[in-house]
């Protein structure tokens, strides 16, 4: 990481109500640079398949997990979503009934029927809410996810490996984060590189 390039924590815009998670997207690396906030999940972080149930899980946001960005506006920068926002954004995700809202590749044009969110949870100790096995280790306020595939051409995908993770995606208003969390996103970064 760089550490001369601004990092912003994602916020949801109070004033807007588009603001917020709307869509998940099964894609092939969770890392999509779009104007629009596409979380990107390491590859360790990946989603895991059950075929017999055609089920698969993962993380959907992981907390204080720097993400780097470019645009035209902020140039180059890293964004994290903190454990506080994650638990605001999936309040109001669930809220407006998105956990059916799904797409390809996040191309608005390839919504995905059959595909559904029957359980969601963000890790929580207090709660006695653990990551699922396989993803030990992520921070508190991550938010995991399961969904039932019923669609057989979006399953096969899932099999062959066409698609790899989730990202989410919405609008997120970015805000300067404060110095000292920005050396605790340092520590972390050193840590995740080891």
């Known amino acids: 990481m760089d550490r001369k390039l601004p990092i912003y924590t994602l916020v949801l815009n109070e004033d807007g109500e588009d603001s917020g998670v709307d869509y998940v997207a099964l894609v092939d690396q969770p890392a999509i640079e779009r104007n629009w906030f ?10 895991k398949a059950d075929e017999e149930r055609k089920i698969i899980t993962g993380a ?31 309040q109001k995700f669930m809220k407006k009934g998105f956990q059916n809202n799904v797409n390809e590749m996040h191309d608005a044009s390839k919504k995905v029927e059959g595909v559904s ?44 490996g066409e698609f790899m993770g989730f990202s989410v995606e919405g609008m997120f208003k970015p805000v300067p984060m404060e110095k000292t969390l920005e050396s605790e996103i340092i520590d972390i970064i050193k840590e995740i590189q080891e």
């Open 60 to 90: 959907l946001m992981i907390a204080d997990l720097p993400i780097y960005r470019r645009d035209a506006e902020l140039g180059e920068y890293y964004v994290v979503f903190d454990k506080a926002q994650i638990e605001t954004m999936v």
């Open 117 to 160: 969110m029957f359980e969601s949870f963000i890790v929580d100790s207090d709660r006695g809410i653990a990551a699922p096995r396989g993803f030990e280790g992520v921070p508190e306020g991550s938010w995991f996810g399961s969904y039932k595939v019923d669609n057989e051409d979006i399953w096969n995908k899932v099999k062959s």
């Open 38 to 47: 596409a979380f990107k999940e390491d590859k360790k972080f990946s989603f």
